[in-house]
């Protein structure tokens, strides 16, 4: 396929797994499967899930994606461009007001980096200051929003900080960057945009943690069009824009849905630098429940029988397409 780009992009595992299974070694060939076929359409990399684990034995965590590293290097997909998904926790919480907790999750997501550094990657985002999907409720299990959130949150966000700022500083030295990634309100209760990321950003100094943009997020959220081209300028001139996420508000199917390509693209395409990431939550069973899940499966070639409607490969490929003809829109030069 012919790239009229400049910029790399990577395609989200989300279409097929939540859960890499690294211990498992039949699985990886399937994993390769998948990324040899997604680079033959011309992606340019993967972004994937790092499962969250209750397990504190975070070195053998690690090597066990070592492990599937190596074998995808024998399968012959060496100096694969890798980022990796990771989210927070209850059990791992940078903003517990417990120290022994916050001290846990920063355990954690150091081993998220670590992991990113054995997969061969060098960027991790998600949703990694507030559990992802944990929405607080008082004593009696009456749920917090609106005001009494924000007043919640506030607080919660200084202690993170300090558990945010050690991981940079941690991450740095391995050559990772890490990406906040805002989330709407229907699956999390902060951040939910862009500006609330920024906020955060001004009181961890290293650039090295930015803001990861997501379509799906920015268009599901309340601010309009002038906060997010604000928003996008200051993470730009401060090179806190580190990752763009690519996403139909349903999470389907991206040549053929609500992403307003021009408004979300024109402020990001001058000045950005970093990879673009096309994501994809097929309908798989991690998803159904948590995504509220209705539309039909894409079926996936070699784990899924030949079904009538798109598989998972055309829907991909149908994204890349679309993609590289927006970008040729808003930066024509790139396609000579």
């Not at 607080?136 to 966000?157: G, I, K, M």
Request: proline share 8%.
């Amino acid at each position: 396929m012919s790239k009229p780009r400049k910029h790399d992009i990577y395609f989200s595992f989300f279409m097929f797994t939540a859960n890499l299974q690294p211990d498992d070694a039949g699985y990886t060939e399937t994993i390769a499967r998948h990324m040899s076929a997604l680079l033959k359409m011309g992606y340019d990399g993967f972004d994937l899930p790092i499962a969250p684990t209750p397990t504190t034995d975070h070195q053998s965590e690690v090597a066990s994606y070592q492990r599937l590293r190596q074998r995808l290097d024998k399968a012959g997909l060496t100096g694969l461009k890798i980022a990796t998904n990771v989210g927070t926790t209850r059990t791992f919480d940078p903003t517990s007001l417990y120290k022994e907790q916050r001290d846990a999750a920063l355990a954690y997501l150091k081993s998220r980096v670590d992991i990113t550094v054995a997969l061969g990657g060098t960027m991790l985002a998600g949703p990694i200051i507030f559990p992802y999907g944990v929405f607080p409720t008082t004593d009696f299990n009456e749920p917090v929003w609106s005001d009494a959130l924000q007043n919640w949150l506030a607080p919660r966000y200084l202690l993170a900080a300090p558990v945010l700022a050690a991981l940079t500083d941690y991450a740095g030295e391995r050559g990772v960057t890490l990406a906040i990634e805002p989330v709407d309100h229907w699956e999390t209760p902060a951040p939910n945009m862009v500006a609330d990321v920024l906020r955060f950003l001004e009181s961890i100094p290293n650039p090295r943690l930015g803001v990861c943009i997501d379509s799906a997020h920015v268009v599901l959220g309340s601010d309009g069009p002038a906060e997010f081209r604000s928003g996008v300028r200051q993470a730009l001139d401060g090179k806190r824009l580190h990752y763009v996420h690519i996403s139909a508000p349903d999470r389907g199917s991206i040549h053929d849905s609500w992403i307003p390509w021009q408004q979300f693209l024109e402020p990001i395409m001058p000045s950005f630098e970093g990879p673009f990431l096309l994501e994809v939550f097929n309908a798989v069973p991690v998803f159904l429940n948590s995504l509220r899940q209705t539309r039909r499966k894409f079926w996936i070639p070699g784990e899924d029988a030949t079904a009538d409607g798109p598989s998972a490969y055309d829907i991909a490929a149908q994204a890349l397409a679309t993609v590289c003809r927006e970008f040729a829109v808003l930066t024509p030069e790139s396609a000579r």
